[in-house]
């Protein structure tokens, strides 16, 4: 009966305790027993659990009697926690009727607060607020409770104030559920339309896709069709989260479930693409199909040139999970073998780097990471450069363009001046500012995105001391006034190193650039000559000295087993260096580049 489903979500800021609340709601309508209990269900990974961020969508669905004696099916749509998942956060939100907006009483409303509640508008959905960590000493739910009424118009004192960690009042959030979100509309009888709002990839199952059904209904044994890629597969099996997987006989409109499409990676089953009847097709497919886009680039390679095989392996895996992962072959002449890696943006990236040497148990080298450059030929050919090696001569370009983000900062009032000191240090442009809460200002800018990925982030919470928040999105591409700069290390050009910057920051980045090499590159048994250039020009250079390395000497000829630890500590020591002609570099040198900025 659809008048007794609820297709609910929770969305909050990085850390508000949505985890904490869905497990308690999972443990208050029994559908997962105490002993069962791990902490956060919903975060299936570990990784995830250990940064404590929820970077994967998945479903569950509870049985709960409400106060009105009756049965109700939620739907809980667990919604990724950041910013580089917005798409992914948008189609979570398409599968629900409502959103429980989750708010830190000791934090109140920040940048994700705002941005997911703005996702959940433009999705319709019905926002419950809930003010959470009321067991905390420096709650302020009063005042977090005037800040919504301001921001939403949710009267103040109808606002439900919980500890999910305590487990105060939580029973009356799914009250609210049952009385607030509205049943799903639509027709079991009517052409199926299901959404795909999330998916993963199972060994045995093949890739599973988190469906909503919007209109219509799947039953087992059909085949279905996506209405994006035009594939049609034969589910190896339909069914609900319970919250493992219980295959069920037919999905019908309203529902929550999944589909194990037996295919083999993501990428053939996106989110956001459709799955209809081949038989008895829709007219249409459901709005909002968009292909996620790569946005941050770097080089990623294996510190031992064996282990190339089974970085390709990781990558490959890694991939069956995660469509909006691309990576191709490419080759440096500082590091060999490796991968140009594309992410959705930093945070991605980082995720990729630690599942890789985590759960891959690699060793690996990262270059700095780039954007995607527009570049305009003199000739009128447009190239698209995401290495700043491969930039072509400077004489062969008419225009550069790089990619400028609509970024929005939200902070207690007093780190103002701060934040517009670093935003013009990173060269963006103030648009507008708004007040949602006393005390707090929402900036708007406008910011090259070469600019956010280079220790934005750290830099905004240490001028902030941990209070201001950011989020960002995809503008446009602006042409720039910019050129490569090269680093040189004893004469050849190290393309891993190479950096493509703003023309006015140039000879400041090669300066510091250079500094920083002196002191990373170890003394070799020559002197080697550090070099920065830019346009042809060498715009820096320092030396490193030559010095006589014999590690045997402290010895004195006489204790072997020291001598040989030695010699141990000297070889494991030098695999993370990277010969580059006859110069040793080790692997922080590459990661150089990045630390530059607020030097
Ligand atoms: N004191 C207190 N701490 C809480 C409460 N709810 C959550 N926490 C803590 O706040 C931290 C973040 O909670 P999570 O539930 O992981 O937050 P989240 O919003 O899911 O975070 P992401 O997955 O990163 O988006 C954890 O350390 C929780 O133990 C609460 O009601 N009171």
Same mark, same amino acid.
């Given at each position: 009966?659809?008048?007794?489903?609820?297709?609910?979500?929770?969305?909050?800021?990085?850390?508000?305790?949505?985890?904490?609340?869905?497990?308690?709601?999972?443990?208050?309508?029994?559908?997962?027993?105490?002993?069962?209990?791990?902490?956060?269900?919903?975060?299936?990974?570990?990784?995830?659990?250990?940064?404590?961020?929820?970077?994967?969508?998945?479903? %569950?669905?509870? %049985?709960?009697?409400?106060?009105?004696?009756?049965?109700?099916?939620?739907?809980?749509? $667990?919604?990724?926690?950041?910013?580089?998942?917005?798409?992914?956060?948008?189609?979570?939100?398409?599968?629900?009727?409502?959103?429980?907006?989750?708010?830190?009483?000791?934090?109140?409303?920040?940048?994700?607060?705002?941005?997911?509640?703005?996702?959940?508008?433009?999705?319709?959905?019905?926002?419950?607020?809930?003010?959470?960590?009321? $067991?905390?000493?420096?709650?302020?739910?009063?005042?977090?409770?005037?800040?919504?009424?301001?921001?939403?118009?949710?009267?103040?004192?109808?606002?439900?104030?919980?500890?999910?960690?305590?487990?105060?009042?939580?029973?009356?959030?799914?009250?609210?559920?049952?009385?607030?979100?509205?049943?799903?509309?639509g027709n079991a009888s009517e052409p199926l339309r299901a959404l795909i709002f999330d998916s993963h990839y199972d060994s045995y199952k093949g890739v599973i896709a988190y469906v909503r059904v919007n209109e219509g209904e799947i039953r087992s044994g059909d085949s279905v069709k996506l209405m994006v890629t035009g594939a049609v597969v034969k589910p190896v099996e339909i069914g609900v989260f319970s919250p493992g997987m219980r295959p069920v006989d037919a999905l019908r409109a309203g529902d929550v479930g999944y589909v194990a499409t037996g295919l083999k990676t993501v990428a053939e089953c996106r989110v956001g693409d459709t799955f209809t009847n081949p038989q008895r097709p829709a007219a249409a497919a459901l709005p909002g199909y968009r292909k996620a886009k790569p946005m941050v680039f770097a080089g990623i390679y294996p510190t031992e040139g064996e282990d190339y095989p089974d970085l390709r392996d990781a990558l490959d895996k890694l991939q069956l999970n995660d469509a909006s992962l691309v990576f191709e072959p490419e080759t440096s002449q500082a590091l060999n073998f490796g991968f140009r890696c594309g992410f959705l943006g930093l945070f991605h990236m980082e995720i990729i780097q630690e599942r890789l040497e985590r759960e891959y148990d690699l060793d690996i080298v990262v270059t700095a990471p780039s954007v995607e450059y527009e570049v305009i030929m003199t000739d009128g050919e447009v190239l698209r450069v995401d290495s700043p090696a491969q930039l072509p001569d400077e004489s062969l370009i008419s225009e550069i363009r790089e990619p400028w983000m609509a970024l929005q900062i939200f902070s207690p009032t007093d780190y103002f001046g701060t934040i517009m000191d670093l935003i013009s240090k990173r060269r963006g442009v103030f648009v507008s500012q708004e007040h949602p809460a006393p005390n707090r200002v929402q900036l708007n800018f406008e910011i090259p995105l070469s600019e956010l990925i280079v220790d934005f982030f750290d830099a905004l919470k240490s001028r902030s001391r941990g209070y201001a928040s950011m989020d960002y999105q995809f503008l446009e591409y602006r042409p720039g006034n910019l050129v490569k700069l090269e680093v040189l290390v004893g004469g050849e050009a190290v393309d891993a190193l190479a950096a493509i910057v703003?023309?006015?920051?140039?000879?400041?980045?090669?300066?510091?650039?250079?500094?920083?090499?002196?002191?990373?590159?170890?003394?070799?048994?020559? $002197?080697?000559?550090?070099?920065?250039?830019?346009?042809?020009?060498?715009?820096?250079?320092?030396?490193?000295?030559?010095?006589?390395?014999?590690?045997?000497?402290?010895?004195?000829?006489? $204790?072997?087993?020291?001598?040989?630890?030695?010699?141990?500590?000297?070889?494991?020591?030098?695999?993370?260096?990277?010969?580059?002609?006859?110069?040793?570099?080790?692997?922080?040198?590459?990661?150089?580049v990045l630390r530059l900025e607020e030097e």
């Amino acid at each position: 009966m659809m008048e007794h489903i609820r297709n609910f979500c929770i969305i909050a800021h990085v850390d508000h305790g949505k985890s904490t609340l869905a497990d308690r709601l999972l443990q208050l309508t029994g559908t997962i027993s105490e002993r069962d209990m791990m902490n956060q269900v919903l975060d299936s990974m570990d990784l995830e659990r250990e940064k404590g961020v929820t970077i994967k969508a998945s479903a %569950v669905r509870m %049985v709960y009697t409400a106060q009105d004696g009756l049965d109700y099916e939620l739907n809980l749509i $667990d919604t990724p926690g950041h910013v580089d998942f917005n798409y992914e956060v948008s189609r979570a939100l398409a599968a629900c009727e409502g959103a429980l907006l989750i708010v830190d009483a000791t934090q109140g409303i920040e940048a994700q607060t705002l941005a997911n509640l703005y996702l959940a508008l433009e999705s319709d959905l019905v926002i419950v607020p809930v003010i959470n960590k009321i $067991d905390l000493p420096s709650a302020r739910p009063d005042e977090v409770a005037q800040e919504l009424e301001n921001l939403m118009g949710y009267p103040a004192e109808e606002i439900v104030r919980i500890s999910a960690k305590e487990g105060i009042n939580v029973a009356q959030v799914l009250e609210l559920v049952v009385n607030k979100v509205p049943p799903p509309k639509g027709n079991a009888s009517e052409p199926l339309r299901a959404l795909i709002f999330d998916s993963h990839y199972d060994s045995y199952k093949g890739v599973i896709a988190y469906v909503r059904v919007n209109e219509g209904e799947i039953r087992s044994g059909d085949s279905v069709k996506l209405m994006v890629t035009g594939a049609v597969v034969k589910p190896v099996e339909i069914g609900v989260f319970s919250p493992g997987m219980r295959p069920v006989d037919a999905l019908r409109a309203g529902d929550v479930g999944y589909v194990a499409t037996g295919l083999k990676t993501v990428a053939e089953c996106r989110v956001g693409d459709t799955f209809t009847n081949p038989q008895r097709p829709a007219a249409a497919a459901l709005p909002g199909y968009r292909k996620a886009k790569p946005m941050v680039f770097a080089g990623i390679y294996p510190t031992e040139g064996e282990d190339y095989p089974d970085l390709r392996d990781a990558l490959d895996k890694l991939q069956l999970n995660d469509a909006s992962l691309v990576f191709e072959p490419e080759t440096s002449q500082a590091l060999n073998f490796g991968f140009r890696c594309g992410f959705l943006g930093l945070f991605h990236m980082e995720i990729i780097q630690e599942r890789l040497e985590r759960e891959y148990d690699l060793d690996i080298v990262v270059t700095a990471p780039s954007v995607e450059y527009e570049v305009i030929m003199t000739d009128g050919e447009v190239l698209r450069v995401d290495s700043p090696a491969q930039l072509p001569d400077e004489s062969l370009i008419s225009e550069i363009r790089e990619p400028w983000m609509a970024l929005q900062i939200f902070s207690p009032t007093d780190y103002f001046g701060t934040i517009m000191d670093l935003i013009s240090k990173r060269r963006g442009v103030f648009v507008s500012q708004e007040h949602p809460a006393p005390n707090r200002v929402q900036l708007n800018f406008e910011i090259p995105l070469s600019e956010l990925i280079v220790d934005f982030f750290d830099a905004l919470k240490s001028r902030s001391r941990g209070y201001a928040s950011m989020d960002y999105q995809f503008l446009e591409y602006r042409p720039g006034n910019l050129v490569k700069l090269e680093v040189l290390v004893g004469g050849e050009a190290v393309d891993a190193l190479a950096a493509i910057v703003h023309k006015e920051n140039a000879y400041h980045k090669g300066q510091a650039l250079v500094s920083k090499l002196k002191e990373l590159i170890p003394r070799q048994l020559f $002197d080697v000559a550090i070099q920065a250039s830019s346009g042809g020009r060498i715009i820096s250079r320092a030396n490193v000295k030559a010095v006589r390395k014999d590690v045997l000497a402290k010895c004195y000829g006489g $204790d072997i087993t020291r001598k040989k630890k030695l010699l141990e500590k000297q070889k494991r020591g030098k695999r993370r260096m990277k010969m580059v002609g006859s110069v040793e570099i080790p692997q922080d040198a590459f990661m150089a580049v990045l630390r530059l900025e607020e030097e």
